[in-house]
């Protein structure tokens, strides 16, 4: 385990707290088997999941610059385990960060508009992190390992990364934005097997559902059919949002693409939990649209 206690200032986004509960219990059950502690910011506002730079940056800038001083007020990193939340949060505070020296009058706007509602000023001195980064830097893969219970070996295991994780921010520190493995590293340390596809890393099609339904449908079919025809057992995702087009609208991308599919989403807290010995029920693997019993039955649960 860690030297010291992980702590950090969690926001766990809108789809987390309504179609994707199972995400945000177990988020909850796999950080309190593991001792992180998570204080969660209640006050914490949407981040509009790309939508509000629409009609304006400005809008989006100090929405989530409000988020992330919520966090510096407890002087602790931001904590997401939602893709695009990072990926929005993020790039508005690796943005901010640069601004405050190319163009401290903005920041100033800012701090401004914040200050008009009783808000604490945006400093910059905080960090945006997910969940997967949190495990692979912070906890380690190593102490994960020594905490497995029940090895997940032979679950065959594909990842699905998403946009927002390794695109949405300029730089990511953690991982190759092209040819990522932290995914697959996290598998590995829990026994499992990964699978790679050319589809692990594209846009699962949710940001075009609402006005391309088709178009997006075919994006989430043809990423799971790659994983199926590539061996997968189940598809892991960091993104309740993608969880939502590859999981809960998977019986209607069946339709649009006219082949069965069937294949688990799995959130990646229910994963690395299922492995620690965490029983399924307390991680809401009843919830998904696709039976996760293909899976469970896999590991003699």
Same mark, same amino acid.
């Given at each position: ?30 950080? %309190? ?13 949407? #981040? ?36 695009? #939340? ?13 601004? %405050? ?43 994960? %390992? ?7 070996? /032979? ?6 990364? /998403? ?5 949405? %921010? ?31 890393? +594209? #846009? ?20 799971? +059919? ?15 949002? #993608?969880? &939502? ?17 069937? &294949? ?5 807290? +229910? ?5 620690? /010995? ?21 590991? /003699?649960?």
């Amino acid at each position: 385990m860690p030297s010291q206690t992980l702590k950090y200032a969690y926001f766990p986004g809108c789809v987390a707290q309504g179609a994707c509960r199972e995400l945000y219990q177990s988020t909850a059950a796999l950080t %309190q088997a593991l001792g992180i502690e998570l204080i969660e910011l209640k006050k914490a506002s949407c #981040c509009g999941s790309g939508t509000f730079k629409e009609d304006s940056r400005l809008l989006e800038d100090t929405v989530n610059a409000r988020n992330i001083a919520l966090a510096e007020e407890l002087d602790l990193p931001l904590l997401t385990h939602c893709s695009t #939340c990072q990926g929005v949060i993020g790039h508005v505070d690796e943005r901010l960060k640069d601004f %405050q020296q190319t163009d401290p009058g903005y920041v100033e706007q800012i701090n401004g508009l914040l200050k008009k509602e009783g808000c604490s000023p945006y400093k910059g001195n905080s960090e945006v992190k997910h969940l997967l980064w949190a495990l692979v830097t912070d906890y380690g893969l190593d102490a994960i %390992q020594e905490r497995v219970t029940r090895k997940l070996s /032979g679950l065959k295991c594909a990842a699905f990364y /998403g946009c927002y994780l390794l695109r949405g %921010q300029t730089t990511i520190p953690y991982d190759n934005p092209f040819h990522p493995e932290s995914m697959e590293n996290v598998f590995r340390s829990v026994g499992a097997t990964p699978v790679y596809y050319r589809g692990r890393t +594209q #846009c699962c099609g949710w940001p075009i559902a609402s006005y391309a339904t088709e178009q997006s449908f075919q994006m989430a079919g043809k990423n799971i +059919q790659e994983a199926i025809d590539a061996g997968a057992d189940c598809m892991v995702t960091p993104c309740p949002l #993608c969880h &939502l087009n590859l999981d809960s609208r998977q019986p209607e991308v069946e339709k649009v693409i006219e082949r069965k599919l069937g &294949l688990p989403v799995l959130h990646l807290p +229910q994963l690395v939990a299922l492995a620690l /010995g965490i029983p399924p029920k307390q991680l809401g693997l009843s919830k998904h649209i696709v039976s996760t019993k293909p899976v469970l039955e896999k590991l /003699g649960l």
